[in-house]
């Protein structure tokens, strides 16, 4: 049965809320979690199965009632991971600026879809006055570019781009009766590159992993090598994907090696900077770690990563072209939602997405822009790599610590060391749930070849180096006391 409008509201005011009520109990709920997120544990850890018990997720459907559902948001909160707890160093991300948290309510609340500039007259104004101080900060000149839903699909839209650059045809006609086409990696890129090259059709095969030098970096000469082998089989080597940070190690590729290489090669040159691509937003470290960065043909960075804008925010950049995404993205008839009836067409900025919906990102890019500035984000970059260099130190000076491979920038690879005897990757995943599921600290990891390492990144404005150094000493008491129990 339909309610009627008066009924409807004595249902609201039965249940004692109105809409007020639901916004300051939020609210409160919301200002208490965040004060509280860097107290305690990071994350009260419970199994699957236990925390399946805890939540009651079949109980209370459909019943309208704003206490029970209220129920649910405080459990959330309860069980969620801090992300902004200094013990929180699981991840390339943590607690997210408050000026992007700030965008991301508005966002919501206002409820729209970035696609056409009819929908979303002042986000679409944002969104390219943001993707124009970017090009302007990297240095590319007469290019273009978009938001998209983070580094994963910007660097497919840059191999697709790559694509549609050797042969627009292949977007109608496919692959079929096209020249093998090649695409080329670091042998530690991201798996996404993977992903873009089995989604495009190029077919992973054909995504050939280059082999690292001695500092992790893609090694240019069998690169030249790979690519000189694949034109003389009658390949057509297409892209090249550098990596400014990679996910374990935090090695950046040469790009002026690459740049020179493609003096004699025609592929087209992308950096997926999602990591360490933050470096850009200092002089000093943009000098350092992506020299020559304005040369290259795409770029792509997360803003919600060091920068800390909340989840997820990107941009993919485009070099010296314009059109080039509306050329690859664009495709079917989308009258229905895009006309350029008052000449607006630019400002549609759907047509150069992969998406039809999207989701209003720009805002909190712009508000934490506007609030820190780029001076505010260059000492903020700047100062977790000092202390990425003085955890080094600490592991480095720890007599049951010892690093896996040199620091190359963020990223610190490390492990406890064991007795000869006991298998040290074992020992080590053992330590890093331990420290988990007790709630000391989380910890990322990863294997640098067949080596497991513990993975410390940090992406908190709040640490320290009394906090590092807090942390430090007791994954050194746990692992003492998990290896005093074998």
């Not at 029970?68 to 991840?91: C, D, I, M, Q, S």
């Not at 840059?158 to 096209?178: C, P, T, Y």
């Not at 990144?457 to 050194?476: C, H, K, M, N, Y």
């Amino acid at each position: 049965m339909l309610l009627s409008h008066g009924e409807i509201e004595s249902f609201v005011d039965q249940t004692g809320f109105n809409e007020t009520r639901v916004f300051n109990r939020l609210n409160r709920l919301i200002q208490t979690y965040w004060e509280e997120q860097r107290s305690g544990t990071p994350v009260d850890y419970k199994t699957p199965f236990e925390l399946l018990d805890e939540l009651e997720l079949d109980s209370g459907l459909g019943e309208q009632n704003w206490n029970e559902l209220f129920t649910w948001v405080e459990k959330y909160l309860k069980f969620a991971v801090k992300t902004g707890h200094p013990r929180f160093v699981n991840r390339m991300w943590s607690a997210a600026n408050l000026p992007s948290i700030v965008g991301e309510i508005v966002s919501a609340i206002s409820n729209t879809s970035a696609c056409t500039y009819e929908s979303a007259p002042v986000s679409t104004l944002i969104e390219k006055f943001m993707i124009n101080e970017m090009l302007d900060l990297v240095g590319f000149s007469g290019g273009e570019g978009q938001m998209t839903t983070g580094s994963s699909n910007a660097n497919m839209i840059a191999m697709m781009a790559a694509r549609d650059k050797v042969n627009l045809e292949i977007k109608q006609k496919g692959l079929s009766q096209h020249p093998q086409l090649y695409a080329f990696v670091g042998a530690e890129s991201h798996y996404s590159m993977d992903k873009a090259a089995a989604i495009l059709g190029i077919g992973t095969d054909h995504l050939l992993k280059v082999p690292l030098n001695e500092n992790g970096e893609m090694d240019t000469a069998r690169l030249q090598g790979e690519i000189e082998q694949t034109e003389r089989n009658g390949g057509i080597p297409f892209f090249v994907g550098a990596t400014a940070g990679t996910t374990v190690r935090g090695a950046y590729d040469s790009l002026p090696a690459l740049i020179e290489l493609q003096k004699n090669h025609p592929f087209w040159l992308h950096v997926d900077g999602a990591w360490g691509g933050s470096a850009v937003l200092s002089p000093y470290l943009k000098k350092r770690f992506l020299r020559a960065i304005e040369k290259v043909d795409s770029f792509t960075f997360d803003f919600h990563k060091m920068p800390g804008t909340n989840l997820i925010c990107n941009i993919l950049l485009i070099n010296k072209q314009s059109g080039v995404l509306r050329q690859s993205c664009a495709v079917g008839d989308t009258s229905y939602i895009f006309r350029d009836e008052s000449k607006e067409e630019e400002f549609n900025l759907g047509t150069t997405s992969l998406q039809c919906g999207r989701k209003v990102d720009s805002l909190k890019w712009f508000l934490d822009w506007k609030f820190y500035g780029r001076d505010g984000f260059a000492l903020r970059i700047e100062r977790y790599l000092q202390l990425a260099g003085f955890s080094e130190r600490i592991v480095e000076e720890t007599p049951e610590l010892e690093m896996v491979v040199p620091r190359e920038s963020f990223n610190v690879c490390f492990r406890y060391k064991v007795p000869l005897g006991i298998p040290e990757n074992e020992f080590n995943l053992q330590l890093r749930t331990r420290l988990h599921r007790e709630g000391i600290g989380l910890i990322g990891f990863g294997y640098i070849g067949s080596d497991l390492c513990l993975r410390l990144l940090i992406t908190d404005p709040g640490a320290t180096e009394e906090s590092i150094r807090s942390l430090f000493r007791d994954i050194v008491n746990t692992g003492n006391s998990l290896l005093e129990a074998l």
